[in-house]
């Protein structure tokens, strides 16, 4: 089955720190690939997607590449702001599975 | 542009109570979802409707839990006799069509005493 592994949190940064949070995927198809995020009492928002192999989706400074040799759409940030803490999931849609996979979910905290 | 709304945001119940949500996706979006998360989780798929009809459910979905989208418009999730492993936000989301981005509303939380 298809199923998805997230670097664990919490994540804590100073602002203007390196962000990377790890994403591993295993799928029996050709999935597209996503990061979703969600803010404190807001729902969950597309941050960006990335549908076939060596795609990079990006949105917001974010960046993410299909790397489909490694099985991996690692989440990438040159600069966090304090406005970035939040909860980011990476999810996977299976074409003809009709529906996502997440993983369990980062908590990024960024502080001043 | 509204986006997808649910209604209520919260409910809490009591144990052996039935409990109804509401989910009205984005317009002319034909295809909507629902997805359970609990706490410290991602979000798990329940089921999903293309129009009025629905596709698929999960195992997840027990007999308890039934869906509907009687015209093909709002969605309703009903979970009867409640248990306290119910407990958890209740997402749901739509998309346009097949494969398209699926856009997810607020959630109802519903917490089961």
């Known amino acids: 089955g298809n199923s998805v592994t997230q670097m664990e949190g919490p994540v804590t940064l100073s602002e203007e720190a390196f962000l990377t949070i790890n994403c591993t995927y295993t799928?029996?198809?050709?999935?597209?690939l996503f990061w979703y995020v969600q803010y404190p009492g807001e729902g969950l928002q597309l941050l960006l997607k990335?549908?076939?192999?060596?795609d990079k989706g990006s949105n917001k400074g974010f960046e993410a590449t299909y790397r489909k040799e490694t099985t991996s759409f690692h989440l990438e940030k040159g600069s966090v702001q304090v406005s970035d803490s939040a909860v980011y999931f990476c999810a996977l849609d299976d074409f003809g599975n009709e529906k996502l996979t997440f993983g369990t979910g980062t908590r990024l905290t960024i502080i001043p | 542009d509204t986006g997808v709304s649910q209604n209520p945001r919260h409910k809490i119940t009591k144990r052996g109570q039935n409990v109804t949500f509401r989910c009205d996706p984005i317009?002319?979006?034909?295809?909507l979802y629902w997805y359970r998360q609990t706490l410290g989780q991602g979000p798990e798929f329940l089921t999903y409707?293309?129009?009025?009809?629905?596709?698929?459910k999960s195992r997840l979905l027990s007999d308890r839990f039934s869906a509907e989208r009687p015209k093909g418009s709002f969605s309703t999730l009903e979970i009867q006799r409640t248990e306290q492993g119910d407990s958890a936000m209740y997402l749901c989301a739509s998309s346009l069509a097949v494969a398209e981005t699926q856009y997810f509303g607020p959630g109802t939380r519903l917490l089961v005493l």
């Open positions: 799928a029996t198809g050709y999935p597209s």
């Open positions: 317009s002319e979006h034909n295809r």
């Open positions: 409707f293309q129009n009025e009809a629905q596709l698929e």
């Open positions: 990335a549908t076939k192999a060596d």
